[in-house]
């Protein structure tokens, strides 16, 4: 089995942070497995978050890694790498992942997988989601289901798509209304301003996400 850390070391990843690189011309359209991309949430007043994690946990509920919606675009703790999902055979370099697909998204700088299970999330009350394991394996709550807002067959950059927790069937979510703050996250708060991350049931505003930033790997 091949490490995550052996993966990442053929890439200098933590040097992208506001444009793509594209390894390929080839259908350059399309998100691909092994590409490292960034994950964004856009509010009603347009304000831009991204996906994103780092060696803080939360300090309730599952008590693991704490992932948020970070409103800073250049942070490398914004990058996931795209993966198959969890037990599956390992997917091909640069093969477009098809809507309805199972894969893992694993947090670059950490290692850790997005994950998610039945428990609260600390703000919203919603589902908490964390991110868990280490050297990219970690078990099958670590499964999502990317899903398309619109129409297409298999996902593109730019266009939004929901993303679905396979065991729970609850989609990932953020929103300026759970933010953390010096009121409900202390004076030194390591993630002031952030969004908090959740699961949702609903498929609506809160819950879409698209990227167009990162290093997309293309046969």
């Not at 040097?15 to 497995?33: K, P, Q, R």
């Not at 998610?116 to 703000?123: A, D, F, G, K």
């Not at 030194?188 to 809160?206: I, S, T, W, Y």
Request: charged share 20%; hydrophobic share 35%; with cysteine.
């Amino acid at each position: 089995m091949v490490k995550l850390s052996t993966i990442l070391s053929a890439f200098s990843i933590a040097s992208v942070a506001t444009h793509s690189l594209v390894l390929a011309d080839e259908d350059s359209e399309f998100v691909t497995c092994g590409s490292a991309i960034k994950l964004s949430h856009t509010e009603r007043n347009g304000a831009e978050y991204f996906l994103s994690s780092g060696g803080h946990r939360i300090n309730a509920g599952s008590g693991q890694q704490l992932v948020t919606s970070s409103p800073h675009k250049n942070d490398s703790s914004t990058l996931w790498l795209i993966r198959e999902g969890h037990g599956m055979e390992p997917c091909e370099p640069g093969s477009k992942i098809a809507y309805g697909s199972k894969i893992r998204l694993s947090h670059v700088d950490t290692g850790a997988n997005l994950h998610s299970h039945h428990v609260r999330s600390p703000l919203s009350q919603q589902q908490e989601v964390t991110a868990f394991g280490e050297d990219g394996e970690g078990d099958a709550g670590d499964d999502w289901i990317v899903n398309a807002v619109r129409s297409g067959t298999h996902w593109k950059k730019d266009a939004e798509v929901f993303i679905q927790h396979d065991a729970t069937r609850k989609h990932l979510g953020c929103t300026e209304q759970a933010k953390f703050s010096m009121n409900n996250c202390g004076r030194q708060c390591p993630v002031m301003n952030h969004l908090e991350v959740f699961g949702r049931q609903e498929k609506d505003a809160f819950t879409k996400w698209k990227t167009n930033v990162g290093i997309f790997i293309h046969k």
